[in-house]
């Protein structure tokens, strides 16, 4: 037994003979560059049928995480996202402070009124 040979030892299956140089017909295909902010370039491959409108003119930077454009001198920059706000916060961008006071008097007033206060 030790001297028998097996011919697919190492190889996939499937493979074909050994030596095959064609796997296949690759699809026509192009290369867009990204840029990040801090210069990181990002290759991607897209199907030459599609269509330039339809490829992403900003993706994000597997690199950095920052967003990419296509665009190597004016990059995108990073959008900074607005504090979470509490509904007081909304509430007081709406009212004046003179509107607040009045307000809160209306509610007292009817609040005492039900109670039967003054």
């Known amino acids: 037994m030790a001297g028998s040979s097996n011919a697919i030892r190492g190889a996939r299956v499937g493979s074909g003979p050994m030596g095959e140089q064609d796997h296949g017909v690759r699809a026509e295909r192009v290369q867009v560059s990204y840029w990040d902010a801090l210069g990181n370039e990002t290759i991607r491959y897209f ?9 992403p003119d900003q993706i994000d930077s597997p690199t950095s995480g ?47 009124a039900r109670r039967g206060r003054k």
């Not at 199907?47 to 490829?55: G, H, L, R, T, W």
Request: no cysteine; proline share 7%; aromatic share 4%.
């Open 47 to 55: 199907s030459a049928d599609v269509a330039d409108e339809e490829i």
């Open 66 to 112: 920052l967003p990419a454009g296509r665009n190597k001198d004016e990059p995108p920059q990073l959008v900074k996202n607005e504090p979470y706000k509490t509904h007081l916060a909304y509430v007081k961008e709406r009212r004046t402070e003179e509107e607040a006071v009045e307000l809160l008097e209306e509610a007292l007033q009817k609040l005492r």
